[in-house]
């Protein structure tokens, strides 16, 4: 079974710039969170997808957005980048319509900002 | 506040030595505990999890965790280090069903000296 599937894995980007990446769960896997990794501030949670619909949100600006597809594949959008923005993007993905902690990650989507 | 501390920013243990890496959480309701390993340029990989139940929880690798309510701590344990257990661990809280959202600690990176 494939495991989850991130592109780009590497990008770079100046600041006003906007990017989306994406991201393919693993087969069968109709749940999508994506969290943003950074040195100084850890692991946060961006917002979690299910069946098309945004379950969850987290304390990001408008500028982070994001879809998932009726394949569940989704995609994360952020507009008018700032140097912050810098970060490693991660998807993961699980089996149940309820959280279970159970994630499978992606490799991740290294955005640098210049 | 929900939040996972984890004391140990850096740990250095000596391959065949044994390894506990500590966490401790706040969390208003009953937690779902977990253990998460990162190797570097990787995503996230499950380690293990505590719903309910025995205290003790095993997982992979041969990596176990303690749940002890009282103290409000699941701390990772390993009787003898691999050199390829180096990597960066985070442990996480998270309820059911809130989508997917899981609350990390900064993590512990895991040096091992041959």
């Known amino acids: 079974k494939a495991g989850v599937t991130q592109t780009p894995r590497y990008l770079i980007k100046t600041r006003g710039q906007q990017v989306t990446l994406s991201c393919s769960p693993i087969s069968g896997h109709r749940s999508v969170s994506w969290y943003q990794q950074t040195p100084g501030q850890g692991l946060q949670f961006l917002f979690e997808?299910?069946?098309?619909?945004?379950?969850n949100k987290g304390n990001f600006p408008g500028r982070f957005s994001g879809r998932q597809f009726s394949n569940s594949r989704s995609e994360m959008n952020v507009s008018t980048l700032e140097l912050g923005d810098s970060a490693l993007y991660l998807c993961a993905s699980s089996a149940r319509g309820e959280s279970t902690g159970e994630l499978f990650f992606g490799e991740g989507s290294r955005l640098t900002v210049l | 506040a929900q939040s996972v501390t984890q004391p140990d920013i850096h740990i250095t243990v000596s391959e065949g030595a044994s390894l506990e890496l500590r966490c401790n959480y706040s969390y208003g309701a009953t937690p779902y505990l977990f253990w998460y390993v990162q190797s570097p340029g990787q995503g996230l990989q499950l380690l293990l999890k505590y719903f309910s139940g025995d205290t003790l929880v095993q997982g992979i690798k041969g990596f176990e965790a303690e749940f002890k309510r009282s103290q409000s701590s699941f701390n990772l344990r390993k009787p003898s280090v691999h050199w390829s257990d180096a990597a960066e661990y985070f442990c996480a809280v998270g309820p059911l069903g809130q989508g997917g959202k899981l609350i990390f600690g900064q993590g512990t990176e895991l040096s091992v000296k041959p």
């Open positions: 997808y299910f069946s098309e619909t945004q379950r």
